[in-house]
Each structure stands twice: as C-alpha cells, then as structure tokens.
C-alpha cells in the first residue's frame, strides 16, 4: 500500500504559504509506517517545533491500472475518508530553503491520520464540504469544487507515473487555514453532509 500526497491543490491554501500555483500536481509519498489509525492518538515529534495540521480528503483506490484515461478515472475509486496531512512545517522550510526532498517533514511516523471510508455518494452534494475543528473551533474548511486538480485528473495524472493498486490512498490536499497543533489539543474532521453525526475523523496530540 502506498499514500500519495498532493501538495498546492487549493488555491488559498498556496496563497496562505506564499507558494506559486501550480500548474500540474505537485505529488509526494508517504510510506505506510505514516499512516495512523483514526482515534489513535499522535504523539507530538521531538524533532519539530511548528507542528501544523492539514485536512484533507482522502481517495481509497479500488482497482489496479496504469495510464488510465480520464473517462475512466472514476471507476478508480468509490469511497472517501479524511485525513490529515501533519506536517513539521519548520522542518519542510528548511528542507525548501536547501533544495531537499521534504520526507522528514511530512511522511514521519503518524503523519497520515486517516478516518474510516464512507461511500462517495453518501457525502457528495455539491463537490465534498468537509472541516476540521480543534477543540471544537473550526479552523478548515473545504469544498472539493474548488480543488485545481480534481479528483479524477489526478488519477489520470498519478497513473503515469505510479501504478495504481487497490488499497492506495491519495491524499487530494488542504484547503486553506493550515495552522500550528500544541500538546492536548483535540481535532475533528466531518464533512458537512455528516454534520449531525459523531465526527468521522478524530485525533488527539499526546
Ligand atoms: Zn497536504
């Protein structure tokens, strides 16, 4: 299994870091050892001091295939979770500033909390609205309309490069509002058609 990550799909969210738009995706990886089971808690790294959380909706893979074609793409996937992208946001400027890959910084064991998967219809109205709260205040939120690469680009674009296999998650990126997390704090991912429910993401810094 294998998470793909895409970096800069959210205009605001490129603009909040002062990042160019890009003009195709921008793609990282994390391994599986980054992935953390919802509710289980992330203990806070050592090595960083400028933890930052990032929501994001995440794509579960449901067939293998290369090079598919746009009109294809969607058969690729059928359920959606969220999840979110922690990241050392000190530790990924520095490696910016050198030139260097960013994997310290973002595919560190935990970094990829995940919740469980829903069925995509079940949570489409509109694109996918989505939030995240930390300790109950919403800091995210996000639609899917207004990602630059949707969904089904992205699997077209993805496929070139790396075989898809049933079971990888591609993390689609954030929408604007990324922010620092400390020790105690309590995040809550839902998407807004789930409102009235328990929220389906939830993480706790140890
Ligand atoms: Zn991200």
Not at 84 to 107: L, M, N, S, V, Y
Request: hydrophobic residues 35%; aromatic residues 10%.
């Amino acid at each position: 299994m294998k998470i793909i990550c895409i970096g800069r799909n959210y205009k605001d969210h490129a603009k909040e870091l002062n990042n160019p738009v890009p003009k195709q995706p921008l793609i990282f990886m994390k391994p599986s050892s980054a992935l953390l089971i919802n509710k289980k808690p992330l203990y806070y790294p050592e090595f960083t001091k400028d933890l930052h959380h990032e929501i994001e909706v995440v794509l579960k893979i449901c067939k293998n295939g290369r090079h598919v074609q746009p009109e294809f793409a969607k058969e690729y996937y059928k359920e959606v979770a969220l999840g979110i992208d922690f990241t050392a946001r000190d530790i990924q400027k520095q490696c910016k500033e050198k030139g260097h890959p960013w994997e310290i910084a973002k595919a560190f064991d935990g970094s990829a909390s995940l919740s469980e998967f829903v069925p995509l219809d079940l949570v489409e109205d509109n694109g996918l609205q989505f939030e995240l709260k930390k300790n109950g205040e919403t800091v995210q939120i996000g639609n899917t309309q207004d990602l630059i690469f949707d969904f089904n680009y992205l699997i077209t674009y993805v496929s070139k490069f790396f075989k898809l296999q049933m079971g990888d998650l591609i993390y689609t990126g954030t929408p604007a509002g990324v922010g620092p997390v400390q020790i105690g704090d309590v995040l809550e991912g839902n998407f807004s058609k789930m409102s009235d429910q328990t929220p389906l993401l939830y993480c706790e810094i140890k």
